[in-house]
């Protein structure tokens, strides 16, 4: 639908290119997801935080991303949330260790913030005196070590995905 209303190539499908490719990456299909997130970079002229974090972890996962690991990635970042995400997910994911206890950064949104608490960080000051719903989101899911469905996405949902994916590039120069 965002293709057609927008036209393919177009900068604001970049908001959309990267939240396809979280998901996807939250199912941990990682191809999939750094093709999507690279859609989104270009089409944002590098300024979709998310994409961008998800290229830099790309070679460290094992999937070849040009000009990637990148060293100006971390002076990019503009917020402590982004630079917390990106090293608690590289942490975990690429070096295989727990996180560090730390804090929750201030700047987070809400979604962020119960993401890091639910990585292991503290939120301060505490949500409340009631229990939070936990997290339960399949990268949630996959850091904590517990077992679940994986969401499998067949030979033609992946032909599909790539397809979409594709449509949101930016057109090649002749």
Do not use: N
């Amino acid at each position: 639908v965002a293709v057609a209303t927008l036209g393919s190539g177009s900068p604001r499908l970049a908001y959309y290119a990267e939240q396809l490719a979280w998901t996807l990456f939250e199912v941990d299909e990682v191809e999939l997801a750094l093709a999507a997130a690279k859609a989104s970079y270009a089409l944002s002229g590098g300024q979709r935080s998310v994409a961008d974090l998800l290229l830099q972890l790309g070679p460290g996962l094992g999937f070849p991303v040009p000009g990637r690991p990148d060293p100006g990635f971390m002076a990019r970042q503009g917020s402590d949330c982004d630079r917390t995400h990106f090293l608690l997910l590289e942490r975990k994911m690429v070096q295989g260790l727990d996180p560090e206890p730390g804090v929750v950064p201030t700047d987070c949104a809400h979604t962020e913030r119960a993401r890091f608490e639910a990585m292991g960080l503290r939120v301060d000051p505490p949500r409340s005196f009631v229990g939070a719903e936990p997290m339960r989101s399949p990268l949630i899911r996959r850091w904590r070590g517990e077992q679940e469905s994986p969401l499998v996405i067949d030979a033609e949902q992946r032909s599909r995905l790539r397809d979409l994916i594709q449509s949101l590039a930016l057109p090649v120069a002749p």
